[in-house]
Every structure is written in structure tokens, then in C-alpha cells.
């Protein structure tokens, strides 16, 4: 039933207030909607009673009842319990199973693809990766993600559970219809990347930029689970946001919302990638850092690192962190200074949006607490105070698989959450 659920439904939303009208003429759409009102409730207050489910859908007893009962008979939630009585009998609990579905989720990086399988509390059940360092063509490459998904399905049980494939990807993706627009370093042009993979296996496909997937990661979950409002920043070979407004991912009107590493924070600064001066991508991503270390070093700077490497050309990330932890002098300031610079982005972000949390999340997150200190002084004295005291400003626990863990949630959004313009049959 959930094949109603198709491409152009959204786009009657452009008639507003006649949304509803539409959606009401469709009974069967209605319903499953409130399967998938009931699946959020039951997942978001997991254990839960049917009344508890009543009262917060504000569905009636009798369509709750009906729908619980096709999800029990279809294994997506079982009765696990009772609850605590409010005088009558003791109210039996619902929990979703949570290995009832099971997604795809792959991470296309620049030298390298992650794949996994995960279950609806976001374990990882399989984990596999392929490099496909120095390959750019896109049919060689996309017969990579091809190749991984499939050995990702052929193992175990797991296939006739899995509802879908989601790809996180860098560069502009249009969502909506599943095309790589352009992604600077494998130099794509609109590239229908879900359609080629659709092709191959019998699942929707979604794909999504992936700082975008690693917020909705975040937001499943990561530190930002069921909030509303807030900022997931990635900080890796380039800079990038994912902002979640009120309980839904931002994409802008074509698809580019977030591109916080084009903002400019020095009007001297080095020259971007963009064709720019000064970006914050140019001063604080990671090759940023890195080169900002090298320049210094080559002026002559005092610096434990001058004994760590053989040569400057040795010098990476790691490099510099590792320097800075232990107190190293000039890796300090390179980070305090990249901390600031991205402090003024963030500040600019906090002013505009207003969010709960920012997190913090890519490979700038081994740095520790150097960076983060230093960018929650300088949102302090520039963001305006009331937005700056609400907010908190902390690092990603995702780890380095955050981007496909978010890629495989991507499915579950369609699964769990109403007004999802693609769509994923679970089999009901
Ligand atoms: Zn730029």
C-alpha cells in the first residue's frame, strides 16, 4: 500500500490549503499515512502503549487498533510487556522490531566506497568498502557501488528484508529525481545515479549529498535524535552544512542550501576552489590546516614537527593534531585559528537559523577539543547573545561511517515520515 506514495503527490502542495482536501479524497493514502504516523509515534516513545498511540496521534482507538494490528501481523512491531495501570487493565507495550527493516546504505567517496546494512535502531549488521582511489569515469565508478551492493545482499538472511538503497555523494544532488548534478572531483554533469543503480536491483534508491545524509544521521541516531532544529557541519577536504528546520531536512530551491564553505570570512584570504578569495573552505578545511602548517614551517617557525617528518611534504592532519596535543606551539595557534574561522561561519549560521545544536562532524573532529574551544569562544562574542546562549556546539560521535549509516536513513525517512515524495514499499 505504500506504492501510493509516488513521485507527484508532493507537488500538489503548491495548491496549500488544498493539500489536505487531496489527501482526504484518497483514503487509502490516508491510511497510509496514519501507518506512518503511527510507525513515528511507536519508534519516537518506543515502548508505547495503543491509548498512549491514541493520544498522541489523535487518531481514533478503532483505526490505531486496525493499524497496529497489520504491523504486528507483519512483524514491524511486537508486544513486548505491560505497562504501568491507570486503574483498569495494564495497558500492553508496543516496540518496533527492530530488524524487521533493513537498508542499504553506501557513502561514494572521493578515493573510496563504504557500504553497509543497517536496522532501525542503526546498527550496522554488514560493513564493506572498495577503494576507487585515482578512478573518475562515471559508468567505472558506478559499477563499483553496483558491485559492493550486491555483496552486501548476497550475505546471510538479509536481503528479503532490506526495503531499500540510499547513496550519500558528494557535490549537488537533485533528491528529488535521483541525479548527480555535479560533483567537483569526479566532474559529473547530471548524472541519473539512482536510476543506474535501480536498474541492477529490484529497491528504490535514493541518493543525497552526503553532509546532507550525515544530518539525517545525526538526526536518527546521532546527537541530534528527534530534534527540530539544528546544523550538522562537515569539516573534511571541503566544508559543508546540513540544516534541519523544523523537524525536516533544508535543501534550498535547488538543491545547494548549505554551502556554508562559500561563504567568505577573510577578503584577503587564499583563493578557493570556487574561484573566490578567502572562503571559509579556503582557511579552515582539512588541506587548509595543512597548508597553513607548511607555510609556516617554510618561514622558518619553531616547531616539534620540523623532527616529527622527514621532509614538509610528510606533513598531514594527523600530523599537525598530534603536534597540538602535545603542546605544540605553532599546531596550536593553526588550530585556534582554524577554530575562529569557523566560529564566524558557524556565528553567521546561528544568527540566520536559530538552531538548538550545532554538531560538528568529517575528519576536523580528530583534532579534539583545541578547535572546538576555540569556535565556541568566537560564536560567544559574535553571534548574537540570545541565538548564541541557546545553542550548544559539540562534536559528531558518528565516526567515519556517518555519511552511509545516513544514506541507509535516507530509506527510512520514506518509510516513517508523511509528506516523502519517494517511494518505499515495506510490504504491507
Ligand atoms: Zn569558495
Known amino acids: 500500500m505504500f506504492a501510493y506514495i509516488k513521485g507527484n503527490f508532493i507537488t500538489n502542495r503548491k495548491k496549500g490549503g488544498e493539500e489536505m482536501n487531496y489527501l482526504s479524497g484518497n483514503l487509502e493514502l490516508m491510511h497510509e499515512l496514519n501507518t506512518k504516523q503511527i510507525l513515528r509515534v511507536i519508534r519516537q516513545f518506543n515502548p508505547i502503549s495503543r491509548s498512549e498511540i491514541v493520544e498522541k496521534t489523535n487518531l481514533t482507538a478503532a483505526t490505531v487498533s486496525r493499524i497496529v494490528s497489520k504491523l504486528i501481523e507483519f512483524n514491524l512491531v511486537t508486544e513486548t510487556g505491560y505497562g504501568e495501570s491507570s486503574g483498569g487493565r495494564k ?135 528527534d530534534l527540530n532544529n539544528f546544523i550538522c557541519l562537515k569539516v573534511g577536504s571541503g566544508i559543508g552544512s546540513g540544516i534541519f528546520t523544523d523537524g525536516k531536512l533544508y535543501r534550498g530551491a535547488s538543491n545547494s542550501a548549505g554551502e556554508i564553505g562559500h561563504t567568505m570570512v577573510d577578503e584577503d584570504g587564499p583563493l578557493c576552489s570556487c574561484g573566490n578569495y578567502g572562503c571559509l573552505e579556503s582557511m579552515a578545511s582539512i588541506p587548509a590546516i595543512v597548508k597553513r602548517t607548511v607555510k609556516a614551517l617554510k618561514q622558518g617557525a619553531d616547531s616539534k614537527i620540523n623532527s616529527m617528518v622527514n621532509n614538509l611534504k610528510e ?57 572546538l574551544e576555540s569556535m565556541r569562544s568566537t560564536v560567544h562574542n559574535r553571534a548574537l547573545s540570545y541565538p548564541a546562549e541557546h545553542v550548544k556546539i559539540i562534536n559528531s560521535r558518528m565516526g567515519k561511517e556517518g555519511v552511509a549509516i545516513g544514506a541507509a536513513a535516507l530509506i527510512l525517512e520514506s518509510v516513517f515520515n508523511i509528506g516523502h515524495n519517494i517511494n518505499v514499499d515495506i510490504g504491507l
Open 91 to 225: 495497558p500492553i507495550l508496543l516496540e518496533l522490531n527492530p530488524g524487521a527493516v533493513l537498508t542499504v546504505g553506501i557513502d561514494l567517496e572521493i578515493d573510496e566506497i563504504k557500504g553497509l546494512i543497517i536496522d532501525l535502531n542503526g546498527r550496522v549488521l554488514l560493513e564493506d568498502n572498495l577503494s576507487i582511489k585515482g578512478e573518475r569515469e562515471q559508468d567505472h565508478i558506478i559499477n563499483r557501488v553496483i558491485e559492493i551492493i550486491k555483496k552486501l545482499l548476497s550475505k546471510k538472511d538479509y536481503r528479503s528484508r532490506v526495503t531499500g538503497i540510499g547513496i550519500g555523494m558528494h557535490g549537488l544532488v537533485d533528491y528529488a529525481r535521483g541525479i548527480s548534478i555535479f560533483p567537483p572531483a569526479f566532474g559529473w554533469r547530471d548524472i541519473p545515479v539512482a536510476d543506474m543503480i535501480k536498474k541492477e536491483f529490484d529497491l528504490p534508491v535514493i541518493i543525497e549529498n552526503n553532509v546532507r545524509a550525515l544530518t539525517l544521521a545525526e538526526n536518527w541516531f546521532g546527537m541530534a535524535k
Open 315 to 371: 606533513i598531514n592532519e594527523e600530523t599537525v593534531f598530534l603536534a597540538a596535543k602535545q603542546g605544540d606551539q605553532l599546531a596550536g595557534q593553526v588550530l585556534q585559528d582554524t577554530g575562529r574561522y569557523l566560529g564566524i561561519g558557524i556565528a553567521n549560521l546561528i544568527n540566520i537559523l536559530n538552531p538548538e545544536v550545532v554538531i560538528i562532524g568529517g575528519d576536523i573532529v580528530l583534532a579534539g577539543d583545541i578547535i
